[in-house]
C-alpha cells in the first residue's frame, strides 16, 4: 500500500494529475489505477505541449524544436525508470518534469559549469569567529515555521546562484534580529560585486556576497529590482536597509552545521549540484555524486533539518530555480553522509546593530 501510494504521489507530480488523485485518496487501489490511466492517456507529444506551455518555451527553428523534443524524451525514460525504482523502495527520492526537462545532463553540468563558484581560499575572505562549543538544537527545526523564511525566487538564466543565497540568509537574520520582512535585492550583488562579465554568467562565492554586505547597506527588492542580466551597479546606499557579516563554517561536520543553524538561523550552503537536474520530492541520496570542494558549483539557503517517519535525517535547503523544481522549489538532502559536499562551505549572516 505503501508503494502504491508513492507512486500516486510521484505520478501525480509529473503530470500535474495531484487534484485527481486526492478526490480518490479513500481507494489507494483506484487511485494508483486512475493515475496510471490518465498518465497513459497522455501522449509524449502531448506532455511535451503541456511542458512548453507550463514553462514558456519557445525555440528559433524546427530543427532546434525536434532536438529538444527528443532530448525530452530521453528525460521522460530516465524519469519513469527512476521512479519505478523509487516505487519499489530502492531509492527515496524522484523525479519529475521541470524547466530542465529540455536539456541534456551535459548541457545542465554545462550550465552549472558557467557559473561555477569561485571559490576564495580562507585568508582572502574577512572571517569571523564564534565559538566551538556551540550546543545543538533539538531537532527538528524547521525556520520556515518561525515565519523567517521569505518566499522562493527564480533566478532564470541568470547564472548567479550565491547572490540569491545570501540575500535570502540575511533577510531571513533580518527578521530574526529586527522584526522586519524585506526581499533584498539579488541585482546589487549582481551589478555592484566586481568587474563587468558576460551577461550575468558571475562566477563567485557566498563569501563574495558576505564581504560586499559587510562594506555596504542592501537595498530592499523593491528599490533595486531584479532583472535577471548584469549591468551598471546604480545602487544608491544610502537607501540601504540593513548590514550584516558572516561567520563562515568550512569543511567541517554536518553536527557543526546543524549548531549553528538550529541555534542562530538559516546559512548560506553550497554544494554540487549536478545531480540534481531532475529532483522532484523525496530525500535525495545519491553515493555516486561526486562531494569534494572541487566540486562545489551551486549555493542554497539551509533552513532546517528533520527526521522523515522511517528514521532518514535530512537537510531542508530553499534553491533558486522557482517554486516548479522539487518540492515547491526545496531539496531534502539526506543528512550525515556528506551528501554533494554540504558540509564544505557554509555562511551564516549576522545583523549589524
Keep these: 500500500m505503501l508503494s502504491v501510494t508513492r507512486n500516486c504521489v510521484y505520478l501525480s507530480r509529473i503530470y500535474n494529475l495531484q487534484a485527481m488523485c486526492l478526490r480518490f485518496t479513500m481507494k489507494f487501489i483506484i487511485v494508483a489505477f486512475v493515475c496510471i490511466i490518465g498518465i497513459n492517456a497522455l501522449s509524449e507529444k502531448e506532455q511535451w505541449l503541456t511542458f512548453k506551455q507550463n514553462h514558456g518555451k519557445n525555440y528559433k527553428n524546427i530543427a532546434e524544436e525536434n532536438y529538444r523534443f527528443s532530448v525530452f524524451q530521453n528525460n ?50 574577512k572571517l569571523n569567529k564564534l565559538s566551538k562549543t556551540v550546543e545543538a538544537a533539538e531537532a527538528p527545526v524547521d525556520w520556515r515555521s518561525k515565519g523567517v523564511v521569505l518566499p522562493v525566487r527564480d533566478q532564470g538564466d541568470c547564472g548567479g546562484s550565491w547572490p540569491f543565497a545570501v540575500a535570502a540568509s540575511i533577510e531571513s537574520q533580518n527578521v530574526i534580529i529586527n522584526n522586519v520582512t524585506e526581499q533584498l535585492s539579488t541585482q546589487q550583488f549582481i551589478d555592484c560585486y566586481g568587474p563587468q562579465v558576460d551577461k550575468c554568467n558571475i562566477t563567485g562565492d557566498i563569501l563574495n556576497g558576505f564581504d560586499y554586505a559587510q562594506d555596504y547597506r542592501l537595498l530592499p527588492e523593491s528599490e533595486y529590482p531584479y532583472v535577471g542580466a548584469q549591468s551598471v551597479c546604480t545602487a544608491d546606499t544610502n537607501k540601504g536597509i540593513v548590514r550584516a557579516y558572516s561567520v563562515f563554517v568550512a569543511q567541517s561536520s554536518e553536527a557543526i552545521l546543524q549548531a549553528y543553524i538550529g541555534k542562530y538561523g538559516p546559512m548560506a550552503s553550497t554544494i554540487n549540484a549536478d545531480c540534481i537536474q531532475l529532483y522532484a520530492g523525496g530525500i535525495f541520496s545519491n553515493s555516486s555524486c561526486p562531494n569534494t570542494i572541487n566540486d562545489i558549483n551551486f549555493a542554497l539557503l539551509n533552513v532546517g533539518y528533520d527526521t522523515s517517519s522511517d528514521g532518514i535525517e535530512y537537510w531542508i535547503l530553499k534553491n533558486s530555480w522557482g517554486t516548479g523544481w522539487g518540492e515547491e522549489g526545496y531539496l531534502r538532502l539526506k543528512k550525515g553522509d556528506k551528501e554533494l559536499g554540504i558540509n564544505l562551505r557554509n555562511g551564516l549572516p549576522f545583523i549589524y546593530r
Excluded: P, W
Design 76 to 125: 521522460l525514460r530516465q524519469i519513469s525508470e527512476h521512479n519505478e525504482r523509487y516505487t519499489n523502495g530502492e531509492t527515496t527520492y524522484f523525479l519529475g518534469v521541470n524547466k530542465f526537462a529540455d536539456r541534456t545532463s551535459d548541457e545542465f553540468r554545462g550550465m552549472l559549469k558557467s557559473q561555477k563558484i569561485n571559490l576564495l581560499n580562507s585568508e582572502d575572505a
